[in-house]
């Protein structure tokens, strides 16, 4: 499939700069594959998160990690009901509304818990996507290639978690220009963003920014790994999922 | 068999067809003192990821195949024709040397009249203003 | 033919010009929208599709107006249809543009839209639908044209059209259909994950596509020498009542199946719509209002006397299509993104921005309408096909006028 789009993508490279040019773009890959992944890199069949709610519990501590992640991705700060987020923190009513009970434990009834893309197994908004945008990666992450999005936003309609958000105007309005991360870019107006995982960090053999700055309250690794931290800590502790019943099998995890 | 209203139609055809062919005899005069624009090239680095001549043609198709080869294969390091391998990333690896957009990328796609949207996601090595 | 809709009155020409002045008023607000982006709209995070999206939705409706005439024509035979098909099938051609449309200004990249082309998606419902979308505004510009080119020149409809007609017939279906599964496959999107979606699509779009047709003729009637056979008008009158019955049976079923379940996520969406939640309670009147004018359309519509009325008959199906419209223009879209994810309420409203691109769309609709229904009604003028008498009769029905105006004037 990839090697058919590839081919495609060139021919019509080809077709539009003239036969003329033809050998030299046959040269460009060489008729090997001229790529190949970082060796420093981690990688996974399946990327999972667990998320400790017993110690990742407050607004403060998750908007702490939440400053981190927006602040090395570029993403805008927009207030008001058309904001931009990748990380952020919402009541247990509203993390996990079908399984909500009127007579809680006051304890986990009043814990904050931190929300993201879930990178699910079976993700709707991939499924609806009509340009593949939005991917899901052999590692189980589910991507976005802003270069292709075309903004009509049937992905925010298909997720059931609400871990979309559209750039309804210029996002760069809503950043501190002096303060951008130089290594990543920001986004554009007029297509949809959320969080990935931080692709760009696994690809350099870094863990995603969140678990790295969580203090080991939030727990990553390869959930095909029955040896893995998270497999182990999935083994121990009881732990629920989003939406259950909405059948995507979400890559995050928490424990209550 | 006589054309209806021949004469006008004739007339505004040839004008027409004469308008149409203006980039042609105009053209030449402005490609005759056409300069090509003076690029500044990085100081310290002699050679790009590939030839000059494979660059100055075709960086459009490499930054195209660097894209789904980073973002959906996961594979961001690229061997060049040499075997010389660099990290695919036009902030991180191109914009490294070519440290000024304005005095590189801007110089020919201006002359050429094409605004790639590359800048309005990526962040140019001037920083924002 | 096209030189038909370059001949025209005062009157044609100064609509003409009306319409270019609100289509040039609109796109300064699109131009807007392009400038800044989507945030001149009343969209946000949570309501993410809106006013656009829902006028998408019920106009698809609209394209298969012409299904409701063509079918009884080619399927049953029933000749009395045969002038009109034409109106069908030119309505639909506009409806399907302005579906597009609506479907363009509402893409946050739209200078990106052929990504839907190049990187072709068949897992995605957008896709189809912008498949079938395209192919019916493709059969009926070639269905639509070739007849009435044959028609002009008297000469029989080409034989090998026969399949053309047949596939937009059985492909007016398919749009709503595959509209519809736009909504219904997605998961956690309760107030549209029901498999009846689709059929209620079909449903209120084989009352309100006709009803809307109906209206357009009617005034086309009023300005044009062309008058629709009695018969063909009454039979589809008759259409519009059962789609509009089972259009509202359908949705009882809905309520039904979401209240004597008591499923939270079923019943949200419907309470919110019909009684407010969380203090928000904006729609409230509006879907109370759907309900009111649709009983009242089918009391109408059922009552023979008022059906056979033909002085009351336009307000019967503006009243049906303000229901049809609250129903699945307004109220289907709010309500599927209404309580969002999190179980919370975010209002929506429409700005007078999105409004203006929205108008802007309805006048190109309404240009395209009348470029070709001027086409249309000058061809039948000129073959003295389905043309009023004096006596307000059409020339297809059997009734004789001069016999008539003698009995007047002997009385």
Known sequence: ?256 | MRMQNGFPIIVGLLLFIGALCTPFLVGTAVTGTYKEPELKLPANEKNCVESKEFMREQHMQLLNDWRDWALRDGKRIYTNHAGKEFTISLQNTCMKCHNNKADFCDKCHNDAAVTPYCWDCHIQPEGLK | MLEIALKGSKRYYGWIAFLLVLIGIGSMAYLNQIMVGLKTTGMNRDVSWGFYIAQFTYLVGLAASGVMIVLPRYFHNYKKNTHLVIFGEFMAIAACIMCVLFIAVDVGQPTRMMNVILHATPNSILFWDMIVLCGYLGLNLLVGWTCLEADRQRLPHPKWLKPFIYTSIIWAFSIHTVTAFLYQGLPGRHYWLTAILAARFLASAFCAGPAILLLVLKITEKVTTFQMPRDAVRTLVKIIMYAMCINMFFFMLEVFTSFYSNLPGHMHPIVFLFAGAHGHSELVPYMWTFIGFAFLSITLLVTPKLRENQKLLPWTLAILVIATWLDKGLGLVIGGFTPTPFNTITPYWPTGKELLVSMMVYAIGALVVTVLFKIATGVKEEMEQSQSLPCGCSTEDFCDCAAKAEAEAEA
């Open chain 1, 1 to 256: 499939m990839k090697n058919n789009r590839r081919n495609f993508i060139k021919l019509a490279g080809i077709a539009a700069a003239g036969l003329a040019l033809a050998p030299k773009a046959m040269a460009s890959s060489g008729g090997h594959s001229p790529v190949k992944k970082n060796p420093a890199g981690i990688d996974a069949k399946r990327w999972a998160m667990v998320i400790d709610t017993t110690r990742l519990n407050t607004k403060e501590d998750i908007a702490k990690l939440a400053d981190i992640c927006h602040a090395i991705h570029n993403v805008p700060h927009i207030e008001g009901k058309r904001e931009v987020k990748w990380l952020w923190s919402a009541p247990y009513g509203q993390a996990f509304p079908e399984q909500e009970n009127p007579h809680m434990s006051d304890e986990v009834h009043h814990r904050e818990y931190a929300l993201l893309c879930n990178h699910c197994e079976n993700p709707p908004c991939v499924r609806v996507c009509p340009t593949k945008a939005t991917y899901k990666r052999a590692d189980g992450i589910v991507a976005m290639d802003y270069h292709r999005c075309i903004g009509c936003r049937y992905c925010m309609a298909g997720c059931p978690y609400g871990s979309r958000s559209f750039n309804w105007g210029e996002p760069r309005e809503g950043l501190d220009l002096a303060k951008l991360n130089p290594e990543f870019p920001t986004r554009m107006r007029g297509v949809v963003e959320k969080c990935n995982f931080c692709v760009e960090r696994l690809a350099v053999g870094k863990l995603p920014a969140c678990v790295e700055a969580s203090e080991g309250a939030i727990v990553f690794g390869d959930l095909s790994d029955p040896d893995s931290d998270v497999r182990k800590v999935l083994r121990e502790r009881f732990t629920i999922r989003r939406k259950p019943t909405a059948g995507t099998e979400p890559g995050v995890y928490y424990i209550i």
